[in-house]
């Protein structure tokens, strides 16, 4: 199982100088871009799909934004529930795949962030998660995810990488192996993490797809969406390049 509980809690300290909160500025200048509301707060509700740890939905929740907010490992969301308590944020939290999801409701805007889509390594699973990301979205809504670019990654093979991490137990190294499987266009990465006596707390392996532009579209076409628009991230102010592992991708609901 992938973000069980030894690496969920260690997920924050691993990503602690990730940007969340530039990073929702830029959600909030995408959602303006294309959203029919006079002002980024008349978009209302935001459904994250792979909420993970909560960062974005806490986030934006504060921001004066409804957030509903999904992930299928109980153990990710148990610290994004932490999380929003400690920030006095109201996110409403559901345990699911985000494949299945089934909400009967629908949202202003839907993020999936994170890279969260390269976990769907399937066509089929993808156009599973395309599927629920605009069955959830009102008429003329927008649908924001990042992936890892193929273009890039073809370009730019994936290196073994070590980090040591202070925690509160102490000291614990991250290790994480790579394996490209470019005929799948996925990279396999193994993460082990370990105490600074080598104990293992935790080993996952995690297999992320990388995406290209013309698949997307098709993609994003067979699943109903409009104004496709992909854009490097977090320099979204052009479209990827062969040395940007991050894209993100701008669609929007037909009205």
Known sequence: ????????????????????????????RLFRKRSRASSVLDLGSV??????????????????????????SPHMLAEAKRRATEASAEVEFVESDICTLRLDQEFSAVISMFAVMGYLTTDRAFHAALETARGHLEPGGVFVFDV?????????????????????????????TPVKRPHEHVVEVMYTLESACGARIAEESHSM???????????????????????????IEQPPTESDWNAICLCVRPE
């Open 1 to 28: 199982m992938v973000f069980d509980s030894g690496y969920a809690a260690l997920y924050d300290v691993m990503y602690a100088e990730k940007d969340y909160a530039a990073e929702c500025t830029l959600l909030e």
């Open 47 to 72: 459904l994250d799909l792979g909420c993970g740890t909560g960062r974005h939905a806490v986030e934006l929740a504060q921001r004066g934004y409804r957030v509903t907010a999904v992930d299928r």
């Open 148 to 176: 890892w670019y193929g273009p890039a990654v073809e370009r730019q093979s994936p290196e073994c990488r070590e980090r040591l991490l202070e925690t509160t137990r102490g000291p614990v190294r991250r290790i994480a």
């Open 209 to 235: 797809r990388y995406f290209f532009p013309d698949e997307l579209q098709r993609a994003l076409t067979a699943a109903g969406f409009a104004a496709y628009e992909l854009r490097a991230f977090p320099n």
